[in-house]
């Protein structure tokens, strides 16, 4: 696997949280602690002249069908954005403490919030209505995960575990004693299987065949490893850490990573925090406390 550093992104002025996909494949949102969503023209690493500014520090986002975007804020509120429009059209507020994560069912049509007050909420897509406020562990709810049906989505708690609920219903079926620093960061792999990243540094993958027992782990960053994203291809996925490095894993974790870090790859200086495909398995971008988002285009 290879990889390089094709572009270096500037325009905030505070620590980035948060990225997703743009109104188009050729476009990136991002957002931190300045308060602004902005959009990215990747062909001429510029900013679009859209841009949103909110009340509070931003954790989250979630493009939905290039029609919706969802921002969720460090005060717990979730602004609901008409991307035709450029409006508001629902501002949400549950949340006592910030929103870190927001993913989409589309099978149900529903929106999965993950808060630092530690509870999990369930949104209707359309109207907007709320359906479940649930509290399934103790600690910041950091991420999110659906599987590829999506009929189950898992759950990384600050207490280390690591829920697996029912979509349909959102009943508990697995709680997993994942990590002893707290979970930070959980995907689906391919074959069903789940990936998860903690506190503790390391990355281990869980057997949902068997009752989600432990298949293998490794010392995978240096600190806390805070995004894991699968590459669409489902052949390689991408973690972010603490430790201010990008690395890029073979599926099953059986090889040694690309180390995508300052020295060797011109990369972050800082924490990085979010991760985001592009264009397909081939552009990966990368957000971090240093202001800046990273774009790499990866050969694998």
């Known amino acids: 696997m290879q990889a390089k550093r094709v572009a270096t992104l500037k325009a905030h002025v505070a620590p980035l949280y948060a990225l997703a996909r743009g109104r188009s494949a050729?476009?990136?949102f991002s957002a931190g602690g300045d308060?602004?969503?902005?959009?990215?023209?990747?062909?001429?690493?510029?900013?679009?002249?859209?841009?949103?500014?909110?009340?509070?520090?931003?954790?989250?986002?979630?493009n939905i069908d290039d029609r919706i975007l969802i921002?969720?804020?460090?005060?717990?509120?979730?602004?609901v954005v008409d991307l035709e429009t450029s409006q508001e059209i629902r501002h949400l507020k549950l949340?006592?403490?910030?929103?870190?994560?927001?993913?989409?069912?589309?099978?149900?049509?529903?929106?999965?919030?993950?808060?630092?007050?530690?509870?999990?909420?369930?949104?209707?897509?359309?109207?907007?209505?709320?359906?479940?406020?649930?509290?399934?562990?103790?600690g910041k709810i950091r991420r999110i995960a659906l599987d590829a049906s999506e009929e189950k989505v898992a759950v990384?708690?600050?207490?280390?575990?690591?829920?697996?609920?029912?979509?349909?219903?959102?009943?508990?079926?697995?709680?997993?004693?994942?990590h002893e620093e707290g979970?930070?960061?959980?995907?689906?792999?391919?074959?069903?299987?789940?990936?998860?990243?903690?506190?503790?540094a390391h990355l281990r993958i869980w057997d949902a065949e068997n009752h989600f027992i432990l298949l293998t782990q490794v010392p995978a960053h240096n600190f806390a490893i805070y995004d894991i994203l699968i590459a669409p291809n489902g052949k390689w996925l991408a973690t972010a850490s603490?430790?201010?490095?990008?690395?890029?894993?073979?599926?099953?974790?059986?090889?040694?990573?690309?180390?995508?870090?300052?020295k060797m790859y011109e990369g972050h200086t800082h924490s990085v925090n979010c991760l985001c495909f592009l264009e397909g398995p081939n552009l990966l971008a990368s957000c971090s406390d240093d202001r800046s988002i990273c774009l790499w285009e990866i050969s694998a």
């Open 183 to 200: 979970a930070n960061s959980v995907a689906f792999l391919p074959n069903g299987n789940l990936i998860s990243g903690g506190k503790d």
């Open 71 to 79: 921002i969720g804020t460090n005060r717990g509120s979730m602004h």
């Open 95 to 138: 949340h006592d403490q910030g929103v870190f994560h927001l993913v989409y069912c589309a099978k149900h049509k529903r929106v999965y919030a993950g808060s630092a007050d530690g509870s999990l909420s369930v949104w209707e897509a359309d109207q907007w209505s709320l359906l479940w406020h649930l509290r399934p562990g103790r």
């Open 242 to 262: 603490r430790d201010k490095t990008v690395k890029l894993w073979d599926i099953d974790l059986k090889e040694k990573p690309v180390r995508l870090d300052r």
């Open 26 to 28: 050729e476009t990136l």
């Open 156 to 178: 990384a708690c600050g207490d280390g575990s690591i829920l697996v609920l029912e979509t349909e219903n959102n009943r508990e079926r697995y709680r997993i004693d994942g």
């Open 35 to 62: 308060r602004v969503v902005a959009e990215w023209d990747l062909d001429k690493a510029a900013t679009l002249p859209f841009g949103i500014r909110t009340e509070a520090t931003i954790y989250s986002l979630l």
